[in-house]
């Protein structure tokens, strides 16, 4: 009996040794770091160029940053190189790469558009008409025309390459951050300045033709909309900060709604977020968790958090904040640190699936 009853936990012990190594692997990925030459940079956003070069921000070091996938090496500041901006404390914010290879940026700091030519390192800024605007997200639309967000201004901005000439459109209050252009109509989010007490709950958008501007209300009041992305159909998503949600809008109707997707847990911050749509997964930050999150839209329920993992980054207080996806489907993150605490990171977190 006794021989039976060791051999009966032994081959229960297995059992369950095997499902356990089964469930790590399933969600597990391999999570990799490299460091900006600059210490205590922050990096901020980043974006791809058509050569596969990652741009990104360090909003506390002041730099525009390129790194060349083929050249860096886990844990090191190899293949990475540094432009410094011309002005300090700029405070460079978002990025973006147009479709022409300019790379343009937000001075949050400085009240400027900025854009560096990868050909020469150059890097030309044009100041914003409306001073102490905060201008943060930008896109660029169809005519290659540059839009962007003034988060204290509370106005969508477009900006002319050609002339330099910089129109800004009044729209409602609520500190727009992050923005995207469908059709012509540039969405952005309100979600208000939730570290100095001011909740929004709204996802406005802005038709330049007509100068029409509508919302969409997203309760509860503390929600905060936050990150927005959109597919190449033309379908938006977004994250709720405070609500732990990643959201869906739904243009299907005459009146636009959402669809929400859960968060596991409680306090996570979904920041950024990102779609695949070659493997239908949405990826995001959650940059209170220190985590990278991804939704599975095969599996995903709405109203439950349904086709939800999450994956741990190395770095404690990494603050993951913006991503990224490359053409294999990896996810480049930035790791910001607690910026607005004076507590900063220098790395950039690459995740394979």
Request: proline share 7%; charged share 25%.
């Amino acid at each position: 009996m006794k021989r039976s009853f060791v051999t009966g936990n032994w081959i229960l012990g297995s059992i369950l040794s095997f499902v356990l190594i089964f469930a790590v692997n399933a969600n597990s990925a391999t999570i990799l770091e490299y460091l900006t030459p600059t210490p205590e940079s922050s990096p901020t956003d980043l974006a791809f160029d058509a050569d596969g070069n990652l741009w990104f921000t360090e909003i506390n070091g002041n730099k525009i940053g390129k790194l060349d996938p083929a050249k860096v090496e886990p844990g090191t500041s190899k293949g990475i190189v540094e432009f410094d901006l011309p002005n300090a404390n700029s405070k460079p914010h978002n990025i973006i790469v147009a479709k022409d290879g300019m790379v343009w940026f937000t001075e949050m700091g400085g009240n400027r558009i900025g854009r560096l030519d990868p050909r020469t390192g150059k890097i030309r800024e044009y100041p914003i008409p409306t001073a102490n605007s905060e201008p943060h997200h930008l896109a660029e639309a169809d005519d290659g025309s540059i839009w962007f967000l003034e988060f204290e201004a509370h106005a969508v901005a477009r900006l002319d390459p050609a002339n330099g000439k910089i129109d800004e459109y009044k729209v409602q209050n609520g500190h727009p951050h992050d923005l995207v252009i469908v059709d012509g109509k540039v969405w952005y989010t309100l979600g208000g300045k939730f570290w100095a007490q001011i909740f929004f709950n709204q996802i406005g958008n802005l038709d330049p033709k007509t100068g029409k501007i509508g919302s969409i209300t997203v309760p509860p009041e503390k929600s905060v909309p936050h990150g927005l992305t959109r597919t190449s159909q033309g379908d938006i998503w977004f994250t709720q900060m405070f609500a732990n949600k990643i959201s869906k809008i739904d243009l299907s109707a005459g009146d636009p709604g959402y669809i929400d997707y859960l968060v596991p847990g409680k306090r996570k911050n979904p920041h950024d977020l990102v779609v695949d749509e070659k493997r239908g997964l949405v990826w995001f930050t959650e940059n209170r968790a220190d985590s990278i999150g991804r939704l599975d839209l095969a599996e995903a329920k709405p109203g439950t958090d349904q086709g939800m993992q999450e994956f741990k980054i190395p770095t404690l207080k990494g603050h993951p904040h913006e991503l990224a996806l490359d053409k294999e489907g990896n996810v480049w993150f930035t790791e910001m640190g607690l910026y607005f605490r004076g507590k900063y990171q220098n790395k950039i977190g690459k995740l394979v699936p």
